[in-house]
C-alpha cells in the first residue's frame, strides 16, 4: 500500500511531504517502508502571513477560520496532487494538517484544532484521505501529542534490544521527545521551544527573513544569562510528562514578558543566541534526566550548527546521531510519520502510544473519507518495522 503523509509543523513555513510504500510480510509479521518520494512545498507568503497573523493571541472571527480551512486545504491538495504526479499515484493521503490551537490547561489538553479542509485533498486526488488524526487521543485522556511515538518505538528497537536506554528527538517549532528503555513503555513529552521562539523574533525584525539560516545570527550574539534565567523560569518547564505545548504559549508575547523581567534590551544577535541556548539548555537536562544514551535527531533544528553543538557539549558522553542513520531523512521524519499513521488507520490499527500521551489506551486516530473501499483489517500490528535504505 502506498500512503502519502503530510504535515506542516508549529514553524508554519509550509507542507512536508513523504510518499511511502508499505509492504505488510504476513508470514515474517513484518512491515516494509520504502520511502519513495519527500518534499518540502512552502506556504504562498499571503497565507504564511495569514496563519500567523490568526495565531493566539489574536482574536479571530469564524470567517477567518473558514478561510483558513479553505486555504490551507487547497495548498495540501495542490501539494499532494504534485506529490502524486511525481510518484504515479497513491492508495491513501494522511494529512495532519495546520495547528492553529491546541487548548491546555492545568497540564491537561482539553482541545486540539488543525485546520486544512480533508475535502480539497479527496477531491484533488481520488484517494482515501485520512484527517483530523489528534481528537481521538485528547477524547480518550491523552494530550493529543506526541504521535510521532508510533514511528520512534520502532525505529529505536534496536538499540534497546542492545540494553540502550535510546530517545528519537525532534526539533520543529516545538521540541518533543521520545525514550524508550529495555522492557518498559516508551514515555514521550513536548519540552519546549526548539525553532519557534527564535522563528518569532526573526520574523518580527526589520529585514523579511524568517528563521535563523544556518544559525547565523545566533553564531554572531552571545546569550544573555539575566533574560535566558527569565526564559527558563516558565512553569512548563518543571510539569511532568506527558505534556503538550504549542505556540498558544511559547511566542513573541512570552520573549517579550521575559525580556521585560529581565530588564534588558540585546540586540537581535544576542536575542537569537539566547533563545537557541533556551533550546539547547531545555533539551539537554529532558535527555540528561531521562538518562537517555543515544540519541537520534531529526526536524529543522538538525540543521542548526549551533543548536547542534551546543546539545553535544551539554550532552557529553550521550551519541547523538540523526535519524538519516536509520533510514528516514531527518527533514521529512514526522511526513513519513503521518504516512505510517495513515496505514494504521485504514488497517484499524491503533496509531497512538498511550503511555507517551496519556491517553486511556490504544486508538484507531483520524476520520475517514473513503475513495475506495477500505482494506481488510489487521489483527495486531506487525512486530517490526524495516526501513529500505
Not at 162 to 173: K, S
Request: charged letters at 15%.
Amino acid at each position: 500500500m502506498r500512503v502519502l503523509g503530510m504535515i506542516s509543523g508549529t514553524s508554519h513555513d509550509g507542507i512536508d511531504v513523504a510518499v511511502v510504500d508499505f509492504d505488510h510480510d504476513l508470514a515474517g509479521d513484518a512491515l516494509g517502508a520504502r520511502i519513495v518520494h519527500r518534499s518540502s512545498v512552502p506556504y504562498a507568503s499571503g497565507l504564511r502571513h495569514r496563519i500567523i497573523e490568526a495565531l493566539p493571541p489574536a482574536p479571530v472571527g469564524f470567517d477567518v477560520v473558514c478561510e483558513l480551512d479553505t486555504e490551507i486545504g487547497q495548498a495540501f491538495a495542490a501539494a499532494a496532487k504534485q506529490a502524486i504526479e511525481d510518484t504515479g499515484g497513491v492508495d491513501v493521503v494522511c494529512t495532519h494538517g495546520q495547528t492553529v490551537f491546541h487548548w491546555v490547561e492545568g497540564g491537561r489538553a482539553l482541545g486540539t484544532l488543525q485546520l486544512g479542509q480533508p475535502a480539497w485533498i479527496a477531491e484533488a486526488t481520488g484517494a482515501t484521505v485520512v484527517s483530523d488524526v489528534r481528537a481521538a487521543d485528547i477524547a480518550a485522556g491523552g494530550q493529543g501529542a506526541p504521535l510521532v511515538p508510533l514511528l520512534d518505538v520502532r525505529l529505536l528497537a534496536s538499540a534497546t534490544q542492545d540494553g540502550a536506554v535510546a530517545a528519537a528527538l525532534n526539533l520543529g517549532g516545538i521540541a518533543n521527545v521520545t525514550v524508550c528503555r529495555p522492557e518498559a513503555d516508551p514515555v514521550a513529552w513536548d519540552i519546549g521551544p526548539a525553532n519557534a521562539l527564535v522563528d518569532a523574533v526573526v520574523t518580527d525584525a526589520p529585514g523579511g527573513a524568517t528563521f535563523d539560516r544556518d544559525g547565523e545570527l545566533a553564531a554572531r550574539g552571545t546569550a544573555v544569562p539575566m533574560l535566558l534565567e527569565a526564559l527558563l523560569d516558565s512553569p512548563y518547564f518543571t510539569q511532568p510528562a506527558p505534556k503538550s505545548t504549542g505556540k498558544e504559549l511559547f511566542n513573541l508575547g512570552f520573549v517579550r514578558s521575559a525580556l521585560a523581567r529581565a530588564g534588558v534590551e540585546p540586540s537581535l544577535p544576542d536575542l537569537v543566541a539566547t533563545l537557541t541556548e533556551l533550546s539547547a539548555v531545555s533539551v539537554s537536562d529532558a535527555v540528561r534526566d531521562a538518562g537517555v544514551e543515544v540519541l537520534v535527531a531529526s526536524g529543522g533544528g538538525v540543521r542548526n550548527p549551533v543548536l547542534m553543538r551546543r546539545l553535544g557539549e551539554l550532552l557529553p558522553g550521550v551519541r547523538i546521531v540523526t535519524s538519516d542513520a536509520l533510514g528516514v531523512p531527518s527533514d521529512h521524519k514526522e511526513a513519513v510519520a503521518f504516512a505510517l499513521i495513515g496505514w494504521a488507520t485504514v488497517h484499524g490499527l491503533p496509531g497512538n502510544v498511550a503511555s507517551c500521551t496519556g491517553a486511556a489506551g490504544p486508538r484507531v486516530l483520524g476520520r475517514i473519507s473513503h475513495a475506495s473501499p477500505p482494506p481488510p483489517p489487521i489483527a495486531s500490528w506487525p512486530e517490526t518495522l524495516v526501513f529500505e535504505r
